[in-house]
């Protein structure tokens, strides 16, 4: 979860408002945190500096002392305050233009202008802390969004987005003291050796630039140090993010557009000109409102939380929480303000009614039934399993569920056979956790990689959950309980997993077979498929020498996997 630093003089200023208070104490800061579920993690009293961590990676809003101060605002003064520049237009739309073949490099663009905040030096820091908390998180370590900041007065309008060779443009870039084409950038720089790969393989590259030729920047890259570099008495800026998914990039445009125009700036539209159809047309105004009104039942936000509250309490409660609310009979219409777009289920609905309202309203129920509970089968096979294990001499590890496409699969040698299919995040906030794990041994695998320090023999092992891609499935997969373990020393064969193996299925109480099988992470001849009573249930072998390059692995390891829940319905 997003941790961010803000200060505490900065923030009481952004709260402003008729009854603000001058000054906040640090209990009614905290408490106001659980509005935004925020953590005070740190203060320091001799500079005003607080470390905020966010429980909520669905709201990118509130990553930033803007978002927070201004939900806090919304909570007191009862209702959200709109912002003029949404319904307000201009005589002179300024205007950015794509160029054709976008479409397969880095398709959208979204844009506008702030005048009239002076940038003092702690906006800066969250400026900076913002474009960096959003394109790293939210935008996937840039892939998917990243934003530039800009000198407004050094443009001249149109700006163009185009494509040009790695070689045809120049510039400074942040950082630099030196002109550099766009190849030596990504040769040289740091930004282009850390997010070069996203374009990689591209014959022709990004650039945004204005009507005088001036490189602004080279997206998702670095910035032209001549405009690109915001600095501290800055009253005139231009803002603009690309990326990926428009929705996204509509979103963090939004998102900047807010916080520069809660600390004063009048924020001016700019209308971006596509060659080619997107989800919003070729002819596209930004900032703008994408929210819907979604109507929710009444009855389904009082069942959820258990208490009757009536539309009145809902529709308050909603608005004092940021939505444009209209009541019906038994339902309202809710929508979301333009910075937000995490309402997906009527359950978003309900749990921001909960915040609204605070959780120390509702009044606590104890049971009205009595019963007894117990462990069910596969939780008692996987404790057998367990003990059977540190038994063996194996330390037990615990790890996600959740992970990266590239540890369990492309690490593994997978690529796209039958064993890299997976279950994968659909708008992931992080790559690092974008999909389930299919299989339990690259999570060993991991640990093992970091653990080349400590004394050898190396035997671990865990009993958790995967999901399995299975059509057949009402849910498109299902979740089973696995065992897993590798040994890892400088003569580590498979007769020593082998014989834990053996040990294992004795106290199970099972016999078990094996038969060839031929596996990308395995050595060919030296993995075998475990079958009990005529079922697949895992797999053993040494792992492939590839596979141990890829983790930074320096010594053989062996491994095998058992399916436990199907081991559990054969006991």
Excluded at 110 to 136: D, F, H, N, P, S
Excluded at 208 to 229: K, T, V
Excluded at 371 to 387: F, H, K, N, P, Y
Excluded at 447 to 475: K, M, Q, T
Aim: charged share 25%; proline share 5%; net charge negative.
């Amino acid at each position: 979860m997003p941790t961010i630093s803000i200060f505490k003089n900065d923030l009481e200023s952004l709260l402003g408002g008729e009854g603000a208070p001058a000054s906040v104490s640090i209990d009614e800061l905290e408490e106001w945190l659980t509005l935004v579920k925020g953590e005070l993690k740190g203060h320091h009293a001799d500079t005003g500096e607080l470390r905020v961590e966010l429980q909520d990676s669905n709201r990118p809003d509130l990553w930033c002392c803007e978002g927070i101060a201004r939900q806090i605002r919304i909570k007191r003064e009862g209702k959200a305050t709109p912002y003029p520049f949404l319904s307000k237009t201009t005589k002179r739309q300024l205007q950015l233009i794509v160029s054709p073949g976008l479409e397969q490099v880095r398709p959208y663009v979204a844009a506008c202008t702030a005048r009239g905040y002076r940038v003092t030096e702690q906006g800066l820091a969250q400026l900076i802390q913002t474009q960096e908390k959003l394109a790293e998180i939210f935008g996937h370590k840039r892939k998917t969004v990243s934003i530039g900041l800009y000198q407004l007065q050094k443009i001249r309008f149109p700006v163009t987005y185009e494509l040009v060779k790695a070689d045809e443009a120049r510039f400074t870039p942040l950082g630099m003291e030196t002109v550099m084409t766009l190849s030596e950038i990504l040769m040289v720089h740091p930004k282009g050796l850390e997010y070069g790969h996203i374009l990689a393989g591209q014959s022709r590259l990004p650039l945004l630039r204005d009507a005088q030729y001036q490189p602004l920047s080279f997206p998702p890259i670095i910035n032209s140090r001549e405009i690109g570099e915001v600095r501290v008495g800055d009253d005139e800026l231009f803002v603009e993010v690309t990326g990926t998914d428009l929705s996204m990039v509509a979103l963090t445009l939004n998102i900047f557009a807010v916080n520069l125009a809660d600390r004063g700036a009048v924020i001016e539209t700019i209308e971006t000109q596509y060659p080619y159809e997107t989800s919003l047309g070729t002819r596209v105004v930004t900032p703008r409102d994408l929210g819907k009104s979604r109507p929710i039942q009444i009855e389904t936000i009082e069942r959820a939380l258990g208490q009757e509250l009536g539309e009145k309490t809902v529709k308050q409660a909603l608005e004092s929480y940021g939505y444009e609310v209209s009541a019906g009979k038994g339902s309202v219409k809710a929508k979301l303000p333009l910075y937000r777009q995490d309402l997906m289920h009527a359950m978003d609905v309900v749990e921001d009614v909960a915040m609204s309202r605070g959780y120390a309203s509702f009044m606590p129920e104890m049971p009205s039934e009595f019963t007894v509970g117990g462990l069910s089968r596969i939780e008692q096979t996987s404790d057998r399993a367990r003990e059977l294990m540190v038994g063996l001499g194996f330390q037990e590890i615990i790890s996600n569920i959740l992970g990266s496409p590239e540890q369990y699969r492309d690490a593994m040698c997978l690529g796209e056979t039958e064993w890299g299919s997976m279950v994968e995040v659909r708008n992931a906030m992080s790559l690092t956790f974008s999909c389930l794990r299919q299989w339990v041994v690259p999570s060993l695998l991991r640990v093992e990689a970091a653990s080349s320090r400590a004394f050898y023999p190396h035997r671990l092992f865990e009993a958790g959950e995967v999901a399995i891609p299975d059509p057949a499935h009402e849910l498109g997969s299902r979740t089973e309980t696995v065992l897993a373990a590798v040994i890892a020393h400088a003569t580590a064969h498979f007769s020593e997993i082998h014989s834990c193996l053996d040990v294992l299925f004795y106290h199970v109480g099972k016999e078990y077979g094996l038969e060839p099988l031929k596996h990308p992470s395995f050595l060919e001849g030296r993995v075998g498929r475990v079958v009990v009573s005529g079922t697949s249930l895992g797999l053993i072998g040494e792992l492939h020498p590839e596979v141990l390059e890829r983790w930074q692995i320096g010594v053989p390891v062996v491994a095998f996997e058992v399916n436990l829940s199907q081991l559990a319905d054969l006991v």
